[in-house]
């Protein structure tokens, strides 16, 4: 693998490309070209969208991209990520949903057909999220985040199978996550021999726009960089 020439970073659910600003720009400062979609919803509406959608999306919008390439997901995004790995050069995760068999070590949750995260967010609730941001950030997040597909998560949360990738994985793991607790993705990484980034945002999107973002991000860069040498 030589050096990286482009990336697809793909959001987590309820949020949107906008996650990814942070980090699109140490990418391109890193002459990475960036492509961060928004996820769209079917013509059918929300409810009726579901995760094959999604994966349909970000499979057609990897393939487009010169190689080499690095796919990076966060969160929902990470397990989509995982379902394109055999198109990318290399796979960069943030907080990732898990597949099977991490999975059951999640919460359970019942997840309604339209998850109401745009029109029940509140500020107050935004800043709980993100409690190592600054005002600016956490203000932005909450006027975007948007309602989800319940489809969508009751399938990633029933668990995915997915196989280890033949690429090379980097995980990035909060120090604090509320949503997928460490020693899931810790667990996952060390049965795939995989290189982790241990950060110390506390929370589960903070590595994208806490104010330890950038320096992760330069890090991501960085794993980017060994990983084109040794390939």
């Not at 997928?180 to 726009?209: C, D, F, N, R, Y």
């Amino acid at each position: 693998m030589t050096a990286t020439r482009a990336a697809l970073l793909v959001h987590g659910a309820g949020g949107g490309g906008w996650e990814w600003n942070l980090w699109r720009g140490v990418f391109e400062a890193a002459d990475i070209a960036v492509v961060a979609p928004d996820l769209q919803l079917v013509a059918a509406g929300l409810a009726a969208t579901g995760f094959g959608d999604y994966l349909q999306q970000v499979r057609e919008a990897l393939s487009v991209l010169p190689r080499p390439r690095v796919v990076v997901g966060a969160s929902l995004g990470g397990l989509l990520a995982l379902r394109v790995a055999d198109a990318a050069d290399a796979v960069i995760l943030v907080n990732p949903l898990p597949p099977a068999p991490w999975h059951a070590g999640l919460v359970s949750r019942a997840w309604p057909d339209i998850v109401p995260w745009h029109r029940q967010a509140r500020l107050d609730g935004t800043r709980r999220a993100l409690p190592d941001t600054d005002e600016a950030t956490a203000l932005f997040a909450f006027r975007h985040w948007r309602d989800e597909s319940g489809a969508v998560l009751r399938h990633a949360y029933a668990g995915t199978a997915v196989e280890r990738p033949a690429c090379p994985v980097l995980f990035v793991l909060s120090q604090a996550d509320d949503d997928i607790a460490p020693v899931i993705t810790s667990s996952m990484a060390a049965a795939w021999s995989s290189e982790v980034l241990q950060t110390v945002s506390p929370s589960h999107v903070g590595p994208l726009l806490d104010r330890h973002a950038h320096g992760i991000a330069a890090q991501a860069v960085e794993w980017l960089n060994r990983a084109g040498r040794n390939g």
